[in-house]
């Protein structure tokens, strides 16, 4: 199912993408990194029925490490795309055991916690990220197989294929044991560990995981804008790619690849039609919130079906025995 | 050699919860293939016994061994690695998944395929198979592919065990596996537990004395956290105190 | 589901009745700039997305793309300079040589993010001819970069990062405003030289340009015999100084320096009259401290406080008392701020630029040069640009006085004309 | 010492302001585990409604009542409307305050234009009191004995009255307060009013420091958040500790190393949620 939806939809905005004029070439490239964003929050909070609000964090850190690497020290893009998803990569082993170790709300404001620890240093450390300034003049890749990357419709290629590639393997990985481990940490934490699983590990991976595809995302963001800001860690950035989660509906991974896509157009029509963007994001998490409980999802595929997805309601609420579990610290 | 090595020994476990001792110095010692259980009125701390021993709580003094190696202090999951296999007097299964896939998280466990991150769950063979015969042998082959949450309650103890069970523990510990089950169940349930294989050392918290005298040859009794007697069920069958407490106040 | 579908009725009710009651809340609102905002924000939106502004004129239309933040902290001081070249292009019936003029306006919110965005719809969808505008200096070096690697002409009327005009600028790239370090040349000077203040505090944001501004200022009073005692960066934006106030010894210094902006910039001038600053050492701005926007709600705080600036509306030339009277008319009455006087002189540049490519903005080399070559007198005296394609503009002393109906405004005591970025006492 | 003490009066300025935001926060959460993120969006609509009418000629106390009760209305719509249909769901209350945050802040952005303002203080209050070698503003003093004064009646109505008995057996036990006969749905419905107008209260009062702008509620919804985690979720207390911590650290932080504000904020945020994530005052199993 997932790997059938995604790839169709990845094909047709492919086709679409080269009739279209430049801007909207870019605009596709940037929905396209939205929605892998989306998708991989969605291992948390669809799978361990973690809710982050400081996925931000992540995805502005990768930017910044890329950016800084190149323009400061004039890097080879390749190389610093890489150290931007490992620096990324490396934050979410820091943050990750500590977060963990809270559950439901604490995790919320935990995460939100870190990612504004990240903003103010961006915002503060001038002398390396230019502070509100940004970082502008962030070179791409000249080109990757003749492909001259500089050129919008072969930048929007080469993000196909590269969100391409990070959606199978992680379609394939969920779909696996770990993805049934994950379930299964979110549904019975204490039963999962009494079968001899180490639950707080797995949610450090997942947490980790999560964290290094938003990384490439961040990364694929910089690089299309050759300009990284304090928007990219900022807590709106967080909310909105955790409205793609909810409004796609949490433990699908096409759902929310979907709503993210989706929601950055709706992002671009709206700044272009009116100035109220934010208000229509505000709309859309309540009725999302109100009337989708499973996300768009819900409207195509039949609840309790496998791959239906997991209700809002058991978001953030262990299972039987986490609170035990909790007890004893892990 | 080995086999003389008991799979589990408890020695002097004590647990307070605030000034309340919950567990006062239980000793309790199972040899391989045993099957021994744990009898005591409501609230005498059996089922705190299980959670010490298993790791959700905290040891407060005592030593729990397994195997002869000491895991007083180690996690839930080392345990479970090193040969405990746990049920829960309140079902404890993953609700949402399929009966199929509950069992597989315990089957790709023992079979370590738990590890293979890159196949695709169906194509776990082995951990398939193996969950497979499990639900053969219970007689839920059928209902595999349904969520738990669509079993009977009956059928959800029997997975319980069968969680348990397949992870191929040292030994297993069932905390009242027939709470709740109707005669039918029950007798089920014994009949499960009959046919467990005879060199695996089993474990068992139970209320109803048929049941558990019918399984059992050695049997410890739990008092207000303490062992007020241990030995064969003959002996305890005779013990003055145990009938005081426990069978007398049953018989009433 | 029905209780739902109700309760979705009521939502909407709600939401409607909601931002009613709002508008209603901000229809009491002090500045009659409110109106004037209102207004242009309609304007603003009708023409988003490139609707043509009507003329009878004959050629090719040439377009124009501004970009300027209309929401976000920003919204007053973007919705000005809009204003101001509407204004202007209004004025001269929004056609030169004979082309048409289209302004397509879009809104950078001052996001650097958004503004890069807005950038590429600007030229790759909305097909402008050229770019101007941006306040936010982040967003300036972000649409500049764009611009360079596009080959697409862009005039800065506001934004005043320094290095965009600097020796690493590209040839695409002018500004008619000034520079961070411009507006700080001539007062720091000023103050050491001419008013004999040695020992100053110096405030402001804690961002590139607070840095730039700061930095500027201090070079300028110590290399004329001053010194800065205290340097202090607040958080942008500043809630509340009085942890910082309370910081500084008064024993110490004779003068406070201050670049602050906006609402900040208010709170700070009240602020340092309660923390028992004022009147005492004296106060010294760069021009965007006592803005004329923002003048009249800064109340007797304010009086005394010298600075330089490169235009207010006091000054006394034809080419202001024009503008001055086209802007009244339009905003009914107001006098015109620094950003709406930013807005209307880089119309009259882009104007005078195309006049001498004689309309042909096609051949972007011919154009460049116009842009560069223009000369011309605005309401701020005379305008030229130096070989980087930063203006040269007049600086003038003012101090803050109020006039016989009690309303503050700048009185202009000297004069230093021609002020280039590397101007030099 | 004369720094130490404009600093410390300083940060008790702000604890206030935090006192007044994180009461109610904490109090709603305790009772109903609601995160409530549109907190600091009731505050500034409240802070916004009284400046208007403070410009629109009204006097400085109308503008508190106008604003208070605006706030007020606002909570009550949001619980009413929302929070009511999604009771037992944790998550879906939270996503949908984050909403009604992001509704309100941009529509208060859409009514009064980004360009920050600023209350005027009372006319009796404006001016600065001298405190031996230093002066400080008289309307501060007053607010931070306003805080004392609000924070005293809170106690007395939580520790006292018959109705913060009630209260604090919901936020104990909520099935067992409902198997009392106690109407949760009720207290909590009061609860969240009251925390949304003490937060308009604040909006206002600290309309005249702080100023009002888009932007300030997020800032004091964070700083809230952290007070509540370091005073303890559902403990009143615990609030007004947390909040003259955090006015203290902040306003000295600001004035020592102002960079790293930030840091000195979050840093204890962080360690308290990892070693005692029920807070300094709160209980176990809270969160």
């Not at chain 1, 204490?190 to 490439?216: C, D, E, H, K, T």
Request: with cysteine.
């Amino acid at each position: 199912m997932t790997l059938v939806v995604v790839v169709a939809g990845l094909l047709a905005v492919t086709l679409a993408g080269l009739f279209m004029d430049s801007y909207w070439v870019g605009v596709c490239s940037q929905a396209l990194m939205m929605g892998l964003a989306a998708m991989a929050l969605d291992v948390l909070v669809g799978w361990c029925g973690m809710a982050s609000l400081g996925h931000a964090a992540y995805f502005g850190t990768a930017g910044y490490v890329l950016a800084v690497l190149t323009t400061r020290w004039g890097v080879n893009p390749w190389f610093a795309a890489l150290a931007g998803v490992a620096a990324a990569t490396f934050l979410a082993f820091l943050f990750g055991p500590l977060a963990v170790r809270t559950r439901g709300l604490a995790f919320l404001t935990v995460t939100l916690a870190f990612g504004q620890v990240i903003w103010g240093l961006t915002t503060k450390w001038r002398d390396v990220t230019g502070g509100s300034d940004g970082i502008a003049g962030v070179p791409r890749p000249t080109s990757i197989l003749g492909l001259p990357l500089t050129d919008q419709r072969a930048f929007f290629l080469f993000t196909v294929v590269i969100v391409a590639i990070m959606v199978l393997v992680l379609v394939r990985v969920m779909r696996g044991p770990f993805g049934l481990q994950l379930r299964g940490v979110r549904l019975s934490e204490l039963r999962l560990r009494s079968l001899g699983y180490n639950a707080n590990g797995l949610r450090v991976a997942a947490f980790v995981i999560s964290a290094s595809l938003v990384g490439v995302a961040g990364v694929m963001f910089t690089f299309f804008n050759q300009f990284v800001g304090t928007n990219t860690v900022d807590w709106r950035l967080s909310a909105q790619i955790l409205l793609a989660v909810v409004v796609g509906g949490p433990g699908t991974l096409w759902g929310p690849f979907v709503a993210g896509f989706g929601l950055f157009f709706v992002q671009i029509f709206a700044t272009d039609l009116t100035e109220r963007w934010t208000l229509i994001l505000g709309l859309l998490y309540i009725l999302a919130v109100l009337f989708l409980p499973r996300g768009i999802v819900s409207l195509v595929v039949r609840r309790k079906k496998t791959g239906s997805g997991v209700d809002m309601d058991h978001v953030l609420e262990a299972g039987d025995g986490a609170s035990a579990a909790v007890e004893r610290g892990a | 050699m080995a086999e003389r090595v008991p799979v589990l020994e408890i020695e002097g476990l004590t647990k307070t919860f605030g000034g309340l001792k919950a567990v006062d110095g239980f000793t309790m010692s199972v040899a391989p293939g045993e099957r021994h259980g744990i009898l005591g009125p409501n609230g005498a701390g059996k089922t705190t016994v299980y959670n010490l021993v298993c790791g959700v709580y905290d040891v407060t003094t005592g030593v729990v061994k397994v195997k002869g190696c000491d895991v007083t202090r180690t996690s839930i999951h080392k345990r479970s690695q090193l040969g405990l296999g746990r049920t829960f007097q309140i079902t404890n299964l993953f609700q949402e998944m399929t009966v199929l896939e509950n069992v597989l998280l315990a089957t790709t466990m023992a079979t370590g395929e738990s590890r293979s991150y890159f196949r695709l769950v169906r194509s776990l063979s082995k951990a398939t198979e193996k969950a497979e015969q499990e639900l053969v042998d219970l007689g839920l082959a059928d209902l595999a592919s349904i969520p738990v949450s669509e079993l009977s309650y009956g059928q959800q103890r029997q997975l319980e065990v069968a969680l348990a069970l397949a992870l191929e523990p040292a030994v297993l510990m069932l905390d009242e596996p027939t709470a709740g089950l109707s005669q039918a169940e029950t007798n089920a349930m014994v009949q499960l537990i009959h046919r467990l294989p005879s060199n695996l050392a089993m474990v068992m918290i139970e209320h109803d004395l048929d049941v558990i005298f019918g399984v059992v040859e050695q049997m410890t009794v739990m008092h207000r956290g303490k062992v007020i007697c241990s030995g064969s069920c003959d002996l305890v069958r005779q013990d003055p105190t145990v009938s005081e407490v426990y069978l007398g106040q049953s018989s009433s | 589901m029905r209780q739902k579908c109700a309760t979705l009725l009521v939502l909407v009710g709600v939401l409607l009745v909601f931002s009613a009651l709002l508008t209603a809340c901000s229809s009491g609102d002090e500045t009659t700039t409110s109106a004037a905002v209102a207004t242009t924000a309609g304007e603003v939106t009708a023409t988003t997305g490139g609707d043509t502004t009507t003329t009878a004129a004959s050629g090719t239309p040439i377009k124009i793309g501004v970009l300027n933040p209309t929401t976000g902290a920003q919204t007053q001081n973007g919705t000005d300079v809009n204003n101001g070249l509407k204004l202007y292009f209004d004025s001269i019936g929004n056609q030169v040589a004979g082309h048409p003029i289209e302004l397509v306006f879009e809104d950078d919110a001052s996001n650097p993010q958004q503004g890069l965005d807005r950038a590429r719809k600007l030229v790759e969808q909305d097909k402008v001819d050229f770019l101007m505008g941006v306040v936010h200096s982040g967003v300036a070096v972000g649409v500049a970069q764009y611009a360079a690697q596009n080959k697409v002409p862009y005039i800065i009327t506001c934004a005043g990062a320094n290095a965009l005009t600097g020796v690493k600028r590209s040839p695409y790239i002018f500004r008619t405003s000034e520079t961070n370090a411009q507006r700080n040349l001539v007062i720091g000077w000023y103050a050491a030289s001419k008013l004999g203040l040695k020992n100053a505090a110096l405030f402001s944001w804690d961002f590139v340009a607070g840095a730039e501004h700061m930095a500027a200022f201090k070079a300028s009073f110590e290399a004329a015999g001053g010194k800065a005692v205290y340097e202090t960066a607040t958080p942008l934006p500043t809630s509340d100084f009085g942890p910082f106030l309370s910081t500084i010894d008064k024993t110490k210094i004779d003068s406070i320096y201050a670049f602050y902006a906006s609402a900040d910039a208010i709170r700070f001038v009240q602020q340092l009259q309660e923390f028992g600053f004022t009147p005492g050492e004296q106060v010294l701005d760069q021009g965007s401290l006592t803005e004329d926007e923002i003048l009249p709600q800064m109340g007797d705080a304010a009086l005394g406080i010298i600075g330089t600036t490169c235009y207010t509306w006091s000054l006394d030339n034809p080419v202001n008392s024009t503008f001055v009277d086209q802007y009244a008319a339009v905003a009914d009455g107001k006098k015109p701020g620094w950003y709406v006087y930013q807005g209307y002189l880089g119309g009259m540049v882009a104007a005078a630029a195309i006049e001498g490519a004689r309309g042909d903005v096609s051949d972007r080399e011919a154009f460049l040069t116009a842009i560069a070559t223009v000369k011309l007198e605005g309401p701020g005296g005379p305008f030229a640009f130096d070989d980087q394609g930063q203006a040269i503009v007049n600086q003038y002393v003012a101090v803050v006085e109020k006039d016989s109906s009690g309303t503050l405004y700048h009185k202009v005591t000297d004069t230093i004309p021609s002020v280039s970025q590397n101007w030099k006492p | 010492m004369n720094f130490a003490l404009v600093q410390t009066l300083n940060g008790l300025t702000i604890g206030t302001l935090l006192f007044l935001t994180a009461s109610g926060l904490s109090v709603v959460f305790g009772l109903m585990r609601i995160l409530n993120l549109s907190h600091g969006a009731m505050l500034l609509f409240g802070g916004y409604v009284g400046m208007s009418v403070q410009v629109a000629g009204g006097s400085f106390l109308l503008a508190t009542l106008s604003g208070v009760a605006a706030a007020a209305i606002l909570g009550w719509i949001v619980q009413r409307l929302f929070l009511k249909t999604l009771m037992g769901s944790t998550f879906r209350q939270v996503l949908l305050t984050l909403g009604v945050a992001f509704v309100v802040s941009d529509s208060i952005l859409w009514a009064w234009g980004g360009t920050p303002r600023a209350l005027e203080p009372p006319a009796s209050l404006q001016g600065s009191v001298s405190l031996g070698s230093t002066v400080y503003p008289t309307y501060r003093l007053a607010l931070i004995g306003l805080g004392l004064v609000s924070a005293l009646v809170l106690w007395q109505v939580w520790e006292r009255s018959l109705w913060g008995a009630k209260l604090r057996a919901c936020v104990d036990d909520r099935p067992i307060a409902a198997a009392q006969g106690i109407n949760v749905g009720a207290v909590f419905a009061v609860v969240f009013v009251i925390g949304a107008a003490l937060a308009g209260l604040a909006g206002v009062l600290g309309g005249v420091v702080l100023g009002v702008s888009v932007g300030l509620d997020f800032e004091m919804q964070l700083l809230a958040l952290v007070v509540v985690i370091i005073g303890g979720l559902g403990s009143l207390s615990g609030a007004f500790v947390g909040s003259m911590l955090v006015g203290l650290l902040d306003s000295f932080s600001k004035a020592s190393f102002p960079s790293l504000a930030y840091f000195t904020i979050f840093a204890p945020v962080v360690i308290i949620l990892i070693l005692r994530p029920q807070g300094l005052f709160g209980r176990k199993g809270v969160m």
